[in-house]
């Protein structure tokens, strides 16, 4: 059959179009057209925000660039502190796989690396909650263990923790921080601004992947925390640290504290207390451990106070060392009160005062002098004041005004009692005798030139007191102990009994030695306080002063100080094979 | 006038191939920097904790644990010769 119609000669095509039929249609088209474009045009350069915003959310990060804290390293550039990454355990206890007996099968491994008990562990990933901490501060390559093992639902992040190589025989100084990596305690605590960063930011696109692609905005960078370098002597603090826990075990004492300062700069090379704590490990820490009783605690410091007086009745022109004193017969009366030494000594010149340490040889003297010159020179040398160390916790003591004296109390003063200072404090006020009259502040932050005393005696005064020093530590002086082979060492002891309520407590007592060596030109100041000692012995002349005495000689050593007396050398030398 | 405009387009093409190729360097290079800064910040990060364990295992404590299981005793002043400086004056004696 053929087609019967041509396309061209169709009837259809005859029947003409409205012309404004196509013009609508053309119509329509700009105008979807031109809604369209407007649209573009609102969306991309108008009101763009929106968009520009919501990729932004999708895409760019913000990341946090932490900052590292600072160290403390002591003064030969040793780390006392310092922070190294750690693993922090985290998880989301629904993610975690508890039906699968192959997830399950590392649940004990886990357990085992973070060293805890996997009922514990279970209990922690069945906690209702869309995150918890598993545990944290982990050691970086146990981290990388857990990581390996590849459980689902339990992640790490990386956190910094402080590491303290010296452990306990530093930590009162150094302090810690807390898993924040922010200072709790000692210097740490001290200088939390100085070592604490600042941490930076930088603003990222990330792809589908996570991968940065590209930085937008500036970025902050991190300012890592400065480090602080101590005064400390980490060999030093080691050695006094080992001593004063030897004796301390030794003579079954409470505790005890030992504090090493460089006589001509006032540093601290050392500041060690027992009992101590392990800065890494503060599980079940008491405070007893963790106070810093050379700084923090007060006590009477008894006969170590009576160069000081002494000084000042030789300053002021009251006695000469060779005075004589009569002390007969062992007891004086004051207003009423008793004083009296452990023995009648007789007639004593000002050094054997010092050298026997006898109280009413102190108190005669003391009647010479107006309350108002001990005041002042107390408070010069830095009784009752607060001490200028940046050290957290610092105690001032206690000296009352002088007006408030009544005589007897200006007696016991002269003494030690009826005062309080800190083993610090009592440190520093030996400078006085070691630094040719000048008393200098304490640190325990490295100095690069000696600091400017205050000058309280004179250099004559000064050493007339070094040389009762020596005497206290020689023959027939209550400090033989102390003394070391091969350095000169000047002294005194002390035995205060301590103070319980309002009133003193029988048999408990606080033994002291603070002294100086080498005595001609001391190099250190050390002061050792034992916290009753209770084996028998409690007197500072046999409980204290062996400390100081292996602290004296182990530290003049280690900072390169010749002998100053004569040693009776016992070097043996290779032994030389005889021949046949 | 054709051809110049064709030179033009022909112009803007290749610049806007650079263009791209420009941005893409500079997200490498970017990423390259990205990780580079990481991986010195951790290679930092590693030698303190290196120096830390390096301390820790010449601290003094050990050292004297480690020579009394030795056998060895401390010095001191009696079992030690001093040398005189004679080089300098007023040096240590």
């Given at each position: 059959m053929r087609r019967g119609l041509n396309y061209t000669s169709?009837?259809?095509?005859a029947s003409k179009t409205p012309a404004w039929r196509s013009k609508f249609v053309m119509a329509c088209v700009v105008f979807a057209f031109t809604g369209l474009a407007g649209r573009a045009a609102w969306v991309q350069v108008i009101d763009n925000d929106f968009f520009l915003r919501q990729g932004e959310v999708r895409f760019a990060r913000t990341l946090e660039l932490s900052a590292n804290r600072g160290r403390i390293l002591d003064r030969n550039g040793l780390i006392l502190a310092s922070s190294v990454p750690a693993a922090s355990i985290w998880a989301i206890p629904e993610d975690v796989e508890k039906n699968t007996p192959e997830e399950l099968s590392k649940l004990p491994q886990l357990a085992k690396l973070m060293e805890m008990p996997l009922d514990q562990l279970k209990k922690k990933l069945e906690?209702?909650?869309?995150?918890?901490?598993?545990?944290?501060?982990?050691?970086w390559d146990v981290g990388q263990q857990i990581k390996a093992l590849g459980i689902k639902g339990v992640y790490q992040s990386r956190e910094y923790k402080r590491q303290y190589p010296e452990g306990e025989a530093a930590a009162h100084i150094v302090g810690f921080t807390n898993v924040e990596d922010k200072g709790q305690e000692g210097m740490e605590l001290a200088f939390e601004k100085d070592l604490a960063g600042k941490i930076g930011s930088r603003r990222v696109i990330k792809d589908r992947m996570g991968r940065v692609v590209e930085g937008v905005g500036e970025d902050i960078p991190p300012i890592d925390g400065r480090d602080i370098q101590l005064s400390i002597d980490s060999k030093i603090q080691f050695f006094a640290y080992q001593k004063l826990k030897e004796q301390v075990i030794a003579h079954k004492a409470l505790g005890g504290t030992v504090v090493v300062m460089d006589a001509k700069t006032g540093e601290l090379l050392a500041l060690a207390n027992y009992p101590s704590f392990n800065p890494s490990n503060r599980k079940r820490l008491t405070g007893e451990q963790l106070r810093n009783r050379a700084i923090t605690d007060v006590f009477e410091p008894g006969s170590t106070i009576k160069p000081i007086t002494v000084g000042i009745a030789l300053e002021n022109g009251k006695v000469r060392p060779g005075t004589q004193i009569d002390t007969s017969p062992g007891r004086i009366n004051v207003t009423g009160s008793t004083i009296s030494d452990t023995k009648n000594y007789g007639m004593l010149t000002v050094e054997g005062v010092i050298q026997k340490s006898s109280n009413v040889g102190t108190t005669k003297i003391s009647q010479q002098l107006t309350a108002k010159e001990m005041w002042e020179t107390f408070s010069a040398v830095g009784f009752g004041q607060k001490p200028q160390i940046a050290f957290p916790g610092a105690a001032s003591g206690r000296l009352r005004p002088y007006?408030?004296?009544r005589p007897v109390e200006q007696a016991t003063m002269s003494y030690g009692y009826g005062l309080s200072a800190s083993l610090l404090q009592m440190t520093r006020s030996y400078t006085v005798f070691s630094n040719g009259g000048n008393v200098i502040p304490a640190t325990m932050l490295k100095l690069d030139k000696p600091p400017v005393g205050v000058p309280v005696f004179s250099e004559r005064t000064a050493e007339q007191v070094r040389k009762m020093l020596a005497l206290a530590t020689g023959p027939g002086g209550t400090g033989q102990r102390a003394q070391t082979v091969g350095y000169s060492v000047g002294g005194k002891s002390g035995t205060a009994r301590k103070q319980v309520g309002k009133n003193y407590a029988a048999g408990k007592y606080r033994a002291w030695f603070t002294g100086m060596a080498p005595i001609e030109n001391p190099r250190l100041i050390v002061a050792v306080m034992v916290d009753e000692p209770s084996n028998g012995t409690y007197y500072g002349g046999a409980v204290a002063a062996p400390v100081f005495s292996t602290v004296v000689q182990q530290s003049l050593r280690l900072l390169g100080v010749p002998p100053d007396m004569a040693v009776q050398p016992q070097i043996v030398a290779n032994p030389v094979e005889e021949s046949l | 006038m054709l051809r110049l405009n064709f030179l033009l387009l022909v112009a803007v093409m290749l610049s806007a191939l650079y263009l791209v190729q420009t941005q893409y360097e500079s997200r490498r290079l970017f990423t390259e920097l990205h990780r580079a800064t990481n991986e010195s910040r951790n290679l930092e990060t590693e030698h303190q904790r290196l120096q830390v364990e390096l301390r820790a295992q010449s601290t003094p404590a050990r050292i004297e644990a480690l020579a009394v299981a030795q056998g060895l005793q401390g010095a001191s002043p009696a079992i030690t010769h001093y040398v005189r400086d004679t080089q300098q004056t007023g040096g240590a004696q």
């Open positions: 169709s009837p259809l095509l906690e209702d909650k869309s995150f918890v901490w598993v545990k944290r501060q982990l050691d007006k408030t004296w | -």
